[in-house]
């Protein structure tokens, strides 16, 4: 089994950063992509970034250009998605996924195979 736990969600004032990591464990498997994404109260799961695991070439959701920056560390089997210049709208639970089956789409919910358990970023005003 493929275990993603994420770290280092928290509460933070808008315009703050935070870095969130991603580490993969379990068993051995392929990977074609990894991905962020989050979810606020009330609302669909949402695309926030996304890195193929071939060429390291990324995908970010418009909402966060600018701001965010995802990145990987083989050695550690972690990537990571640095936030900078938070806003309250960027309040949510935010999850890492495994693409594990090549897809064309990397901001798709359902492109994903496995997910961590999520981590809860705030944004106070």
């Known amino acids: 089994q493929v275990q993603l736990v994420e770290f280092g969600g928290g509460l933070v004032q808008a315009g703050g950063s935070l870095r969130l990591s991603c580490k993969a464990s379990g068993r051995t498997f392929s990977r074609y992509a990894m991905g962020w994404f989050r979810q606020a109260p009330g609302k669909e799961r949402e695309f926030v970034a996304a890195?193929?695991?071939?060429?390291?070439?990324?995908d970010y959701a418009d909402s966060i250009k600018g701001r965010f920056s995802m990145s990987r560390d083989d050695a550690k089997n972690t990537v990571y998605l640095q936030m900078d210049s938070l806003k309250p709208e960027d309040t949510a639970v935010y999850y890492c996924a495994a693409q594990t089956v090549f897809r064309v789409l990397l901001d798709v919910v359902g492109n994903y195979d496995y997910w961590g358990q999520g981590t809860q970023v705030t944004v106070s005003s």
């Open positions: 890195i193929r695991w071939s060429d390291s070439t990324t």
